[in-house]
Nanobody
Framework: QVQLVESGGGLVQAGGSLRLSCAAS????????MGWFRQAPGKEREFVAA????????YYADSVKGRFTISSDNAKNTVYLQMNSLKPEDTALYYC??????????WGQGTQVTVSS
């Protein structure tokens, strides 16, 4: 099995920054993508950003482009999400997931991000 543990969430004022981390352990795959998603109260889970283990350009939701940066440390099996210029609408529970063969089958428990106005 795969275990994903997120950390780094918290309460921040609008305009502030946070850095989320997601550490993976357990079963490994030769090729996969790690992504960040978020879910606000009463809303569907939405895609935020993703990066392939093999490299290449990461990709982002339009709502976070230019403000969030996803990166990874393959040696540590860890993916990061640097979030700058945070807005109240970024408030959500942030999850990381692993996509293998086109499906996100593995998820962490989430870390709460709250942005006050």
């Amino acid at each position: 099995q795969v275990q994903l543990v997120e950390s780094g969430g918290g309460l921040v004022q609008a305009g502030g920054s946070l850095r989320l981390s997601c550490a993976a352990s357990g079963r490994t795959f030769s090729s996969y993508t790690m992504g960040w998603f978020r879910q606000a109260p009463g809303k569907e889970r939405e895609f935020v950003a993703a990066i392939r283990r093999s490299g290449g350009n990461p990709y982002y939701a339009d709502s976070v482009k230019g403000r969030f940066t996803i990166s990874s440390d393959n040696a540590k099996n860890t993916v990061y999400l640097q979030m700058n210029s945070l807005k109240p609408e970024d408030t959500a529970l942030y999850y990381c997931g692993i996509e293998v063969a086109g499906r996100y089958d593995y998820w962490g428990q989430g870390t709460q991000v709250t942005v006050s106005s």
